[in-house]
């Protein structure tokens, strides 16, 4: 059932060359239903999601999809289950990505990211 869901993509071209730091608030509360990750070669980049107060209040740091197959985060992956992340209106959502992080091992940056977080509204 889609209900009241949306989708935001987050993508960063080429090769990352050095973390990024998404940050965003919506007009109204909603909840983290989905993620779905991925760079295009072998090197995988870290992932947190949280908000301004709590870096990884909602997905403690995990890798993304590598070779172009992503990686899925749903309920029993985010902080704090099994009840799914609720951000309240106004809330900074805090969407960090550690470009080299290679499942903790490191050195090597990752490209072509992609990140599709989805959310149902209320």
Same mark, same amino acid.
């Given at each position: 059932?889609?209900?009241?869901? #949306?989708? /935001?993509?987050? =993508?960063?071209?080429?090769?990352?060359?050095?973390?990024?730091? *998404?940050? #965003?608030? %919506?007009? #109204?509360?909603?909840? /983290?239903? =989905?993620?779905?990750?991925? &760079?295009?070669?072998?090197?995988?980049?870290?992932?947190? +999601?949280?908000?301004?107060?709590?870096?990884?209040? *909602?997905?403690?740091?995990?890798?993304?999809?590598?070779?172009? +197959?992503? &990686?899925?985060?749903?309920?029993?992956?985010? @902080?704090?289950?099994?009840?799914?992340? =609720?951000?309240?209106?106004? +809330?900074?959502? @805090?969407?960090?990505?550690? *470009?080299?992080?290679?499942?903790?091992?490191?050195?090597?940056?990752?490209?072509? /990211?992609?990140? &599709?977080?989805? %959310?149902?509204?209320?």
């Amino acid at each position: 059932m889609q209900g009241k869901s #949306f989708c /935001l993509t987050l =993508h960063a071209i080429g090769t990352l060359g050095g973390d990024l730091n *998404y940050r #965003f608030t %919506f007009p #109204f509360d909603c909840s /983290l239903k =989905h993620i779905s990750a991925v &760079v295009s070669g072998a090197n995988q980049a870290g992932l947190t +999601v949280g908000n301004s107060g709590t870096a990884a209040a *909602y997905l403690a740091k995990a890798s993304v999809g590598a070779s172009n +197959v992503p &990686v899925e985060f749903a309920r029993a992956d985010f @902080v704090g289950t099994p009840v799914l992340p =609720h951000i309240l209106k106004g +809330v900074i959502l @805090v969407v960090a990505v550690d *470009y080299d992080y290679n499942n903790g091992g490191g050195a090597v940056a990752s490209a072509d /990211l992609t990140i &599709v977080l989805t %959310f149902s509204e209320g």
